[in-house]
């Protein structure tokens, strides 16, 4: 099966810009993830969904950060406006339900200067 | 907050020796995970352990899991220089929320 797919893989963008992430979860799987990974932390979830319902979104920094997924399976993560400590990975995932195994996307890297 | 704290931070081993690591984790969960994540990629599963389950293995991996303690040890046996990753481990709580720990730095020296 194909796995989660990710776009773009790479973004540079100047503080105050907008920028949006993609992400293309595995056919079937109810539950998708964003998390945000700093380099040398581990990953930090931003919010989790069950279908196109959110099912937590406790560490999502609202004023900036948004994220849909209509349709119940792609998703969008938006960033207006970027600060410099949201250079980061952004990584996506998803399963087949609630709790079960992962399976993340390759990430996309951004970089706010 | 993540709840799930890995140590050491960072382990460095000769190819061939075994490498240990930890897991410790802070309320009820409904399993334990551990994944690795090679530099620059996404993380990639390696082995679910239940809440009712004391011990799991797979290939050269072993899994511990002691709720009373909550805390999972990862063995690895005979290592190879491609397990150099950083290691982690998740907790989906019986809330459902998914935390994963801060990682453990493998190095494997050839």
């Known amino acids: 099966e194909a796995g989660v797919a990710q776009s773009p893989r790479y973004k540079i963008i100047e503080k105050r810009q907008s920028v949006a992430f993609w992400c293309n979860p595995i056919?079937?799987?109810?539950?998708l993830y964003w998390y945000q990974q700093i380099l040398g932390q581990g990953p930090k979830l931003l919010i989790q969904f069950q279908n196109n319902g959110v099912v937590d979104d406790s560490q999502l920094p609202k004023d900036r950060f948004s994220a849909e997924r209509l349709k119940g399976v792609d998703s969008t993560l938006k960033i207006q406006p970027a600060k410099l400590e949201d250079s980061a990975v952004y990584l996506c995932?998803?399963?087949?339900?609630?709790?079960?195994?992962?399976?993340f996307g390759a990430g996309t890297r951004l970089s706010v200067l | 907050s993540q709840q799930g704290e890995e140590d050491p931070q960072a382990l460095s081993i000769q190819e061939g020796e075994n490498a240990t690591m930890n897991c410790s984790y802070k309320t009820s969960i409904n399993n334990l995970q551990w994944y690795r994540q090679n530099s620059g990629r996404g993380l990639v599963h390696l082995i679910l352990i239940r809440s009712n389950e004391r011990e799991k293995h797979s290939g050269r991996l072993r899994v511990t899991l002691d709720t009373s303690k909550k805390s999972s040890s990862l063995l690895i046996t005979a290592s190879r220089a491609a397990d150099t990753a950083s290691y982690f481990c998740a907790t989906p709580s019986t809330g459902n929320q998914f935390y994963f720990g801060t990682g453990t730095s493998l190095t494997v020296i050839p």
């Open positions: 995932a998803s399963s087949r339900n609630v709790g079960n195994i992962q399976y």
């Open positions: 056919s079937g799987h109810a539950t």
